[in-house]
């Protein structure tokens, strides 16, 4: 699995906790529903921190709980 993947599967997987769409999180995070969908739907293959530090502010977490999963840890390394 990719980095790119992993950040898309949690993002998917802390609205589905929460159960909040991703309008209603785009909302919440302040963001247009277009960069979270660019993410989601693999057009953006870099997002940037500061994306994924406000959808983490909107869901209330912090950067650490949001990459600290079993998927983050099992990362291969991109530069090959």
Partial sequence: ????????NRILQLCEEQGITINGLATISGLPPSSIKN???GK???PKIVTIKMICDGL???LREFFSTSE???LEQEIK
Avoid at 1 to 6: D, Q, R
């Fill in 60 to 62: 209330n977490i912090t």
């Fill in 39 to 41: 993410i989601l739907y």
């Fill in 72 to 74: 983050f840890d099992g």
């Fill in 44 to 46: 953006s293959l870099n």
């Fill in 1 to 8: 699995m990719n980095t790119v993947t992993a950040v898309r």
